[in-house]
């Protein structure tokens, strides 16, 4: 219940804040595992994919976060998966699956961390390596204008001024068969980044 009252109020917020627009949302799959893998420019990312999907999602997120027991509290209630970015976290990485397997969603931000120019940054093979163990699809997801509305370094967003758009892109699907091929994990890699780029492009 939490999660959908604090869903309802973002969408509120950012509709009347800074006019959010979803595209593509039927690409969204109604059912099943899903890893929904997103661009990463603003602390209000999060924020944005949770108030634009249909269903709920079960982030990963830097572990730091946690550090702040206001946010600590917001994010552990919305199911948030503490990640240790330095180190390979099995632990994570063991609830990912776990979620996936329950045939929920989990939302990823391959490329590991903000990107400080609002470009697309080099993915992690992160959620390359999850799809392929669990069987699931990822669906690629464009954030355009919150780099602008809430960059580094200002300590409140800014209101009014810009749009948001998001952009649901088509389910990417794996071969399980080659989960040890690397070289086609980083073919998969490389379409899935040039999928979130176009999605993602101020132009398009």
């Not at 990312?45 to 550090?67: G, H, M």
């Amino acid at each position: 219940m939490f999660y959908y009252v604090v869903r309802a109020l973002l969408w509120l917020l950012l509709k009347v804040f800074w006019r959010m627009e979803i595209i593509g949302i039927e690409n969204l799959p109604e059912s099943g595992g899903l890893i929904i893998a997103s661009n990463h420019v603003s602390y209000l990312d999060p924020a944005v994919l949770a108030a634009s999907s249909k269903r709920k999602i079960y982030f990963i997120t830097k572990k730091e976060v946690f550090k702040n027991s206001f946010v600590s509290f917001i994010f552990k209630n919305l199911n948030t998966i503490s990640v240790d970015r330095e180190n390979t976290d099995i632990l994570a990485f063991k609830k990912a699956i776990s979620i996936l397997r329950e045939e929920k969603v989990l939302g990823i931000f391959p490329e590991g961390r903000r990107s400080s120019n609002g470009n697309l940054q080099e993915l992690k093979l992160g959620a390359i390596r999850i799809a392929m163990k669990t069987g699931v699809p990822i669906l690629p997801v464009g954030i355009i204008g919150t780099h602008k509305i809430y960059p580094r370094g200002i300590k409140f967003p800014i209101l009014f001024k810009h749009k948001i758009i998001v952009k649901y892109g088509a389910p990417q699907y794996l071969n399980q068969l080659k989960s040890k091929d690397k070289i086609y994990q980083n073919e998969e890699l490389n379409i899935l980044g040039n999928k979130i780029k176009e999605l993602s492009a101020i132009n398009t």
